[in-house]
């Protein structure tokens, strides 16, 4: 079974700093990797997602993530923090072709802060 | 807005009731998605259906049930209530049924048991 896992529940930044937000994945073939955001009282939206091709995936807002297959990680990353980024960030994996159980399975979330 | 709706926006109700959650995908999509958030569980999926046929189970109990209708949307039945039950129900919808369709989500319903 697929499994993730978001290191950090809560993340606090100074406004203007480097955002990093990691995940790992233990799979032994590569899933489908995902960012969702969750603002407060609203659904996920996607940030970006990693099918295959070019490991470094840039997505909305400012935000990119690399994966890395030797490191099992998709780690979040945006150079300058904004007020506006405040929120849940959910990493999540969805596993490759023959893998069996097609579904969404999501890490804790990380809730990050950021400090004026 | 992701062209999910969802409904009720909140439900309260007492342990042992039973309810239903509205879900309407956006205009297209095919493929309906329920999820669970709670503190202590985190997000996790519950069941997924494609036009109309279960297509994939998860973490669901035998206590919920889901349907999905000819005009695509979507209810999801809670029965016999219990305290643990209180989460954050979403729904999400994606084109269609497999692989890595983005999956767009609704603003969920917050039920409460008390």
């Known amino acids: 079974a697929q499994s993730v896992t978001q290191l950090g529940s809560h993340v606090s930044v100074s406004e203007g700093a480097l955002v990093l937000l990691r995940c790992n994945y233990s799979?032994?073939?590569?899933?489908?990797l995902f960012w969702y955001v969750q603002y407060p009282n609203q659904g996920l939206q996607l940030l970006l997602k990693?099918?295959?091709?070019?490991?470094l995936v840039k997505g909305i807002n400012g935000f990119e993530a690399e994966f890395k297959k030797s490191e099992t990680s998709f780690h979040l990353t945006k150079p300058s923090a904004h007020m506006s980024d405040a929120a849940e960030y959910f990493c999540?994996?969805?596993?490759?072709?023959?893998?069996?159980?097609?579904?969404?399975?999501f890490g804790k979330g990380t809730k990050l802060s950021v400090i004026p | 807005d992701s062209g999910v709706t969802q409904t009720p926006k909140h439900l309260i109700t007492a342990t042992g009731q039973r309810v239903t959650l509205r879900c309407s995908p956006r205009?297209?999509?095919?493929?309906v998605y329920w999820y669970q958030q709670s503190l202590d569980q985190g997000l996790q999926f519950l069941i997924q259906?494609?036009?109309?046929?279960?297509?994939a189970k998860g973490n669901i109990l035998e206590r919920f049930s889901a349907q999905q209708f000819p005009d695509l949307h979507s209810e999801l039945n809670l029965s016999s209530l219990e305290l643990g039950d209180s989460a954050l129900y979403f729904c999400?919808?994606?084109?269609?049924?497999?692989?890595?369709?983005?999956?767009?989500f609704g603003p969920g319903t917050r039920l409460t048991v008390l």
């Open positions: 999400a919808s994606s084109q269609a049924g497999g692989s890595y369709n983005e999956q767009f």
């Open positions: 799979s032994s073939v590569p899933p489908y």
């Open positions: 990693y099918t295959t091709g070019a490991t």
């Open positions: 999540a994996v969805w596993p490759p072709s023959g893998a069996g159980s097609y579904q969404l399975t």
């Open positions: 205009s297209g999509d095919l493929s």
């Open positions: 259906y494609y036009n109309g046929e279960e297509r």
